[in-house]
């Protein structure tokens, strides 16, 4: 039985702290770069890119994080990203001359695509309680399947509306630099970069203040003790799925804007980054504790890992997959290791196996 | 009259598979008034309460809430009908703020208004004097607070009903009379309240009612004034009062001066303060106190449960190394955990799997026993302690809790332990098999072998042990042997002299 | 008081109605669509011996790794509750191991060979270690903790041969990937049938199944009765390490080289869906190994079908996922609830006719 003493201020909870360090490592993580890198990474076009280059990592994050608060996970979305730009590229081709409105329905289908994905999927997790990750790893297959049915050659989209939006950046004059022929060279800002902190801020919003988001921590807490409370779990769990299905459709179609082609191997495993990106953000497997904005800043340092290493001599493939495995270990054993200090009864942990301070 | 009942339940009916759990029950309930429904294990009350709570879906009968006919298939149904339920297990959620706690899952609109619930929440915790802050995290509150959390949840839902299912379990006294006032504040607000436990003290404390079922049916309704606390009991097991004379009969052993078995010097545990015990051949003794006073995590450190940081043990004059369950067992000690369902039954596993365990276990990892002699044991140990399972390869978990329990002692006794540790063995049982259970201790006794024996209800502590060591604060304050083993010594011990 | 005791010898074998009727349905399915499907023919080999071919033959034989590896994962995930998703990127590591070892040597002998197998082993084991103690002792979802070899082991893998595909040849190697010359079944059949009956006798002279499905049930019990669950954990994740080490050898012998990219990809899915299939909890406990191997045999009979009918390489996944859903659907506990209430409406008592459902 606790004896907490009666501080005024209560202390942070597990998915605050978590997230607080990872934003603190990023802070730190970058500060370096831009003192021991220099270069690059004292220009803010440094940090737009990341944010340009990882959009659609960034949205699957979320939706990511959405079903592991519910206590769940939802390894298909990097192959509904695979589909939808694959089936958005077909389509934008065989449109080509359809104007603005095509891209409209390109954008349709995108989130059509994600939201079947998401539908099928919730379905099966929550009416049928078959295990998430069989249902999700089969909508893998099933997206991945479709994409090579779709094309087994790489199709590159040749749309000229659709060139024009995928070279619409947003210009920021006085966070550019001036280049050495004195040009003032503004930082740019990818519609899709911009669609992605929407995204977050809009989960986080979703998530902290609506009755549907307090609900998921609910059933990821306590599914039991939901169900009495009065929750409707199942329509919760169902609408978790749809929301991450959805998400996946939309960041499919933000990944056709930053890189208009299709590939069967678009998005390959990035399933397991976002998943990672969440577990770094402070996001917890077993459910019921998770924050968006953590989500962010795990998937950010994800990306300013990957950066360093492309920047530094050892700019290799491997070396950037072992620099991103050896973080993610990190995180995870400093996880474990703080939760654990916190000697809380809460994640079902028998008082015998916490770790403690003498 | 008719307009003061809250509650009407009439020809309740509700079978599983074939068997029938409740045959035709009546229940009803008034304003104002705590009622309290008892029966043994499988009498069918938690069947009757789910059926209430729309965890079940009954077979037959009728509910009304005020005269309205009540249509209940959900727990919402069941919420929107004005019967709110507090369980023994708290079923809040561990990760929500108090606050959150306390509206969720209820409110109207699609947003959440974070001022709003943690202002109305701190005006709800003031007025029913419960201590606790809104913006805490439930799993920072102890289980007492988290109990009164749920039920300021369940009173501010304007319940008409309210049920509190074994609410005083995992209490402690001074809890318990916390939680008994705001009990008759509700009741003088109108509530009516339905109680269940297994405490017949606390029974006849509050309560102005008493239902009582057997085997599903029902026994019937008394005002709780009129019901002698021998009636009682002899209605909730529709016997005669033979075996409540028997159970009078179960005389005090004193082991007298036989060897040593185990002792302990300044034995500590992360969960216990050093303290020092002995206990002898054929003895069997008890550690008493409040909840929380230390009496489980010293046996715990005893059996090597939680992670010893201290002390010297010797077992039979020998010093032995206990640090792990493991090394407990190899000395001849064996445990019978407090919580039965987190720590004794492995719930998948099949009556046979579950009785040979610990025997298995000390055998060896390299020598397993062969399915024969697996089933000769369990049928061996089915029959004596008349384990009630359809086959010995039934789960365990689909046992009742009396039966479940007889599993794990045929655990322990099936590995002839020299020293049996029995925390809280008799908790949440039936009368019947709580009386089996505290004849097979002073059996095991007369076969000498040594029994720690604890209990939340004082009275069968002095039945069966002959000294009682008194906890307080984590520390032994006390040992009672001979004459003052008399409720009122235990009682002035345990509270420190001032009552 | 007289209470009944029966002895019911068949427990748990329900639990493998599903697959059983999965796979006849598969059978039966071929038998109608074309009897050829069955013909076993002999045919020589380029090395001039008898080899005995067909559609079973080889859906026997390329099952082989999978079979062996959905062993191991039974175990992991009966102890842990949790699957591994590195046996993939494990086996890569384990067969670059043995690559680099046997080309230690002069040349490629028997020796070399049995040096390379034991230290494929042992480094298989290893890295299997890791994962487990970052599950036993950390208490760190197996997902997660696996996920970091997952992302990485494929690159250590190239890092430790610094080739993408080291060529590997020898008769020795040959007769274990391929056939022994004059025995006509495909030795790794052998080997399947090898790795089952050692695990059996595991089964035999231990108690290894009785304190796996204690831990995986409830720990805290287990440990109170004397089991450690931390060395339990630890031993299923060494038997993983030791069923990833054969089926990377095989692997490696069946191509006669080493691809790190795609030895034995994607087989951390089929491993956990064999699991899925053959009826075994994802959440631990009670396990059936002939459960997870029969698994193992449906997904790759379900592959060689649709080949068998013609369906394009590309496209085979697309319907896979389709037919796993189904089979997981037909095996869902609300499923399986709702079927046999209706059978008993349609024909009280008469549970058994599930047959022709599904």
Same mark, same amino acid.
């Not at chain 2, 008034?30 to 009954?58: C, D, F, P, Q, W």
């Given at each position: 039985m606790s004896t907490a003493g009666k501080q005024k201020r209560e202390r942070l909870t597990d998915a605050q702290l978590l997230m607080t360090i990872s934003i603190c490592i990023f802070v730190f993580m970058y500060a370096a770069a831009m003192i021991f890198m220099g270069g690059g990474f004292l220009k803010t076009q440094q940090l737009f890119d990341l944010l340009n280059d990882n959009a659609a990592l960034i949205i699957i994050s979320c939706a990511l994080t959405i079903v592991m608060i519910g206590g769940g996970i939802n390894i298909s979305v990097g192959g509904v990203i695979g589909l939808t730009v694959m089936a958005g590229a077909l389509f934008l081709n065989a449109h080509s001359d359809g104007g603005p409105f095509s891209i409209v329905l390109t954008f349709l289908l995108a989130v059509g695509i994600g939201l079947a994905f998401g539908l099928l999927q919730g379905f099966l997790v929550s009416h049928l309680e078959i295990q998430p990750f069989i249902v999700t790893l089969a909508g893998m297959f099933l997206a991945r399947g479709l994409t090579t049915m779709l094309s087994v050659n790489p199709v590159s989209v040749s749309h000229s509306d659709f060139s024009a939006l995928v070279k619409t950046k947003i210009q920021i004059a006085f966070l550019g630099y001036t280049a050495k022929n004195g040009n003032l060279i503004p930082a740019k800002l990818e519609i899709g970069a911009v669609t992605a902190v929407a995204v977050v801020i809009l989960v986080y919003l979703m998530l902290r203040y609506t009755k549907f988001g307090r609900n998921i921590y609910a059933i990821g807490g306590n599914q039991g003790s939901a169900l009495t409370l009065g929750i409707n779990v199942r329509r919760t769990r169902f609408y978790s799925y749809l929301i991450s299905g959805l998400l996946s459709g939309l960041a499919g179609f933000v990944f056709l804007m930053h890189k208009p082609a299709g590939n069967a191997s678009v998005a390959m495993r990035s399933e397991m980054d976002a998943i990672a990106s969440s577990i770094i953000g402070g996001t917890l497997l077993t459910g019921g504790v998770g924050n968006v904005i953590g989500t962010f800043f795990g998937t950010m340092i994800l990306a300013t890992i990957q950066k360093i290493i492309a920047l530094s001599p050892l700019n290799a493939s491997w070396w950037q997959d072992m620099a991103s495995g050896a973080m993610l270990g990190v995180f995870i054993l400093l996880q474990s290791v703080v939760l654990s200090q916190r000697g809380r009864g809460r994640m079902g942990l028998p008082s015998w196996l916490k770790f403690r301070k003498e | 009259? &008719?307009?003061?009942?809250?509650?009407?339940?009439?020809?309740?009916?509700?079978?599983?598979?074939? @068997?029938?759990?409740?045959?035709?029950?009546?229940? !009803?309930?008034?304003?104002?008034?705590?009622?309290?429904?008892?029966?043994?294990?499988?009498?069918?009350?938690?069947?009757?309460?789910?059926?209430?709570?729309?965890?079940?879906?009954?077979?037959?009968?009728?509910? !009304?809430?005020?005269?309205?006919?009540?249509?209940?298939?959900?727990?919402?149904?069941?919420? =929107?009908?004005?019967?709110?339920? @507090?369980? &023994?297990?708290?079923?809040?959620?561990?990760?929500?703020?108090?606050?959150?706690?306390?509206?969720?899952?209820?409110?109207?609109?699609?947003?959440?208004?974070?001022?709003?619930?943690?202002?109305?929440?701190?005006?709800?915790?003031?007025?029913?004097?419960?201590?606790?802050?809104?913006?805490?995290?439930?799993?920072?509150?102890?289980?007492?607070?988290?109990?009164?959390?749920?039920?300021?949840?369940?009173?501010? #839902?304007?319940? =008409?009903?309210?049920?509190?299912?074994?609410?005083?379990?995992?209490?402690?006294?001074?809890?318990?009379?916390?939680?008994?006032?705001? #009990?008759?504040?509700?009741?003088?607000?109108?509530?009516?309240?339905?109680?269940?436990?297994?405490?017949?003290? &606390?029974?006849?404390?509050?309560?102005?009612?008493?239902? @009582?079922?057997?085997?599903?049916?029902?026994?019937?309704?008394?005002?709780?004034?009129?019901?002698?606390?021998?009636?009682?009991?002899?209605?909730?097991?529709?016997?005669?009062?033979?075996?409540?004379?028997?159970?009078?009969?179960?005389?005090? =052993?004193?082991?007298?001066?036989?060897?040593?078995?185990?002792?302990?010097?300044?034995?500590?545990?992360?969960?216990?303060?050093?303290?020092?015990?002995?206990?002898?051949?054929?003895?069997?003794?008890?550690?008493?106190?409040?909840?929380?006073?230390?009496?489980?995590?010293?046996?715990?450190? @005893?059996?090597?449960?939680?992670?010893? !940081?201290?002390?010297?043990?010797?077992?039979?004059?020998?010093?032995?190394?206990?640090?792990?369950?493991?090394?407990?067992?190899?000395?001849?000690?064996?445990?019978?955990?407090?919580?039965? =369902?987190?720590?004794?039954?492995?719930?998948?596993?099949?009556?046979?799997?579950?009785?040979?365990?610990?025997?298995?276990?000390?055998?060896?990892?390299?020598?397993?026993?062969?399915?024969?002699?697996?089933?000769?044991?369990?049928?061996?140990?089915?029959?004596?302690?008349?384990?009630?399972?359809?086959? &010995?390869?039934?789960?365990?978990?689909?046992?009742?809790?009396?039966?479940?329990?007889?599993?794990?002692?045929?655990?322990?006794?099936?590995?002839?332990?020299?020293?049996?540790?029995?925390?809280?063995p008799t908790r949440g049982i039936d009368v019947g098999t709580k009386l089996e259970i505290q004849k097979l201790v002073l059996k095991l006794a007369e076969d000498d072998v040594s029994v720690t024996f604890i209990s939340s209800e004082i009275e069968e502590m002095l039945r069966v042990c002959s000294r009682l060591i008194v906890m307080r604060d984590r520390k032994i304050v006390g040992e009672l042997t001979g004459d003052d083993l008399t409720q009122a010594t235990v009682m002035k011990t345990i509270a420190g002299g001032e009552q | 008081m007289s209470v009944p005791v029966k002895r019911k010898k068949a427990s748990g074998l329900s639990q493998l109605i599903i697959p059983l009727v999965a796979l006849g349905l598969l059978l039966l399915f071929n038998l109608i669509r074309d009897p050829g499907f069955y013909s076993v023919s002999i045919a020589v080999n380029n090395a001039g011996n008898p080899v005995l071919s067909g559609n079973m033959i080889s859906i026997i034989d390329s099952a082989s790794e999978l079979a062996i590896i959905a062993m191991g994962m039974t175990l992991v995930t009966a102890a842990c509750g949790g699957q591994d998703i590195s046996v993939g990127a494990v086996g890569a590591i384990a067969g670059a191991v043995f690559v680099k070892v046997v080309f230690a040597f002069e040349s490629i002998t028997a020796g070399a060979l049995l040096a390379g197998l034991a230290a494929c082993i042992l480094g298989a084991v290893l890295f299997k270690l890791f994962n487990g103690t970052l599950v036993a002792v950390f208490r760190i979802q197996p997902m997660i903790a696996t996920l970091i070899l997952y992302s990485c082991g494929r690159s250590i893998a190239y890092w430790i041969n610094g080739d993408a595909t080291p060529q590997i040849s020898s008769p020795i190697l040959s007769a274990v990937g391929m056939t022994i010359p004059g025995i006509p079944v495909p030795t790794p059949i052998f080997l399947v049938i090898l790795t089952g009956l050692l695990m059996m006798l595991l089964f035999r002279v231990t108690n290894t199944r009785l304190y796996t499905q204690t831990v995986g049930i409830n720990q805290g019990a287990a440990r109170l009765n004397g089991i450690n669950p931390v060395r339990i954990k630890l031993l299923s994740f060494v038997l993983l390490g030791v069923c990833v080490a054969v089926a990377a050898v095989i692997g490696i012998a069946r191509l006669g080289n080493l691809s790190h990219k795609t030895i034995l990809a994607d087989i951390e899915m089929d491993a956990i869906l064999a699991v899925a299939i053959g009826g075994n909890n994802l959440g631990g406990g009670r396990f059936r190994l002939s459960g997870s191997i029969l698994g193992a045999y449906i997904i790759q009979m379900l592959t060689t079908t649709l080949y068998a009918m013609n369906v394009a390489t590309v496209n085979v996944k697309a319907y896979k996922a389709i037919v796993i859903i189904v089979i997981v659907v037909a095996g869902s506990p609300v499923v399986k609830a709702r079927l046999s209430a209706l059978l008993n409406r349609v024909r009280p008592g008469g549970a058994a006719g599930l047959r022709g459902v599904s």
């Open positions: - | 009259m &008719q307009n003061n009942e809250v509650l009407r339940m009439r020809g309740i009916c509700k079978s599983f598979l074939g @068997v029938r759990a409740l045959n035709n029950v009546d229940f !009803t309930l008034r304003k104002g008034e705590i009622h309290a429904l008892m029966g043994e294990n499988g009498a069918g009350k938690s069947t009757l309460i789910k059926v209430l709570t729309g965890v079940y879906e009954k077979d037959g009968g009728s509910i !009304t809430v005020e005269g309205k006919d009540a249509h209940i298939r959900s727990p919402q149904d069941a919420q =929107k009908a004005g019967i709110s339920t @507090v369980y &023994q297990e708290i079923t809040l959620c561990p990760n929500l703020t108090v606050a959150e706690n306390m509206f969720i899952g209820r409110t109207k609109g699609a947003l959440v208004n974070w001022k709003e619930r943690e202002k109305r929440t701190a005006e709800i915790l003031d007025s029913l004097g419960i201590p606790a802050r809104p913006r805490q995290e439930l799993s920072g509150c102890s289980l007492a607070v988290q109990q009164m959390v749920a039920i300021a949840r369940a009173v501010d #839902m304007q319940c =008409k009903v309210l049920i509190l299912d074994e609410p005083t379990s995992s209490l402690d006294e001074k809890e318990v009379e916390m939680l008994f006032g705001l #009990m008759r504040d509700l009741k003088s607000r109108g509530v009516g309240i339905i109680f269940v436990t297994h405490f017949l003290e &606390q029974v006849y404390a509050v309560s102005d009612r008493i239902t @009582v079922l057997r085997n599903g049916e029902l026994v019937g309704e008394y005002v709780a004034e009129e019901l002698p606390q021998v009636e009682l009991v002899a209605k909730m097991m529709g016997k005669d009062l033979k075996d409540l004379a028997d159970l009078e009969q179960v005389g005090v =052993k004193n082991a007298g001066e036989k060897d040593m078995v185990y002792e302990a010097e300044n034995l500590s545990s992360t969960e216990a303060r050093p303290f020092g015990f002995h206990i002898r051949r054929g003895e069997v003794n008890g550690f008493t106190g409040l909840l929380g006073s230390g009496r489980s995590e010293s046996v715990r450190a @005893v059996f090597g449960a939680d992670r010893v !940081t201290g002390g010297t043990v010797k077992m039979n004059g020998k010093s032995v190394r206990i640090t792990n369950p493991h090394e407990a067992m190899k000395a001849g000690i064996g445990y019978l955990p407090e919580d039965r =369902k987190r720590d004794g039954i492995i719930a998948d596993l099949s009556v046979r799997e579950n009785i040979i365990l610990a025997l298995q276990v000390m055998r060896g990892f390299f020598h397993p026993m062969s399915r024969k002699e697996m089933e000769q044991f369990a049928d061996e140990y089915i029959k004596a302690l008349q384990i009630k399972t359809a086959s &010995q390869e039934t789960p365990v978990g689909s046992l009742s809790g009396g039966n479940q329990q007889k599993v794990i002692l045929a655990r322990w006794l099936l590995t002839h332990p020299e020293y049996l540790i029995l925390d809280e | -």
